[in-house]
């Protein structure tokens, strides 16, 4: 699958079946900071991901 991480600008493209949360934890992200999207879709933490797909993984900024 296609993985980018806007944090860093980097595309990479790795071998990877199961949950979006698992990806997070092999690609060393904090779940509570980023945002997943799959296939141009905002996903939940849960949902099964495929070799297939094309994820981007978004960071949360907040302000106040």
């Known amino acids: 699958m296609e993985v980018k991480v806007e944090r860093t600008g980097k595309t990479e493209e790795i071998n990877f079946n ?12 904090n779940s509570e ?17 495929t070799d297939k797909d094309k994820v981007e993984i978004l960071s949360v900024i907040s302000g106040g």
């Open 18 to 29: 199961g949950k979006a949360n698992e990806l997070l934890t092999l690609l060393g992200i």
């Open 33 to 49: 900071e980023v945002l997943v999207i799959v296939n141009g879709e905002l996903i939940a933490l849960d949902h099964k991901i």
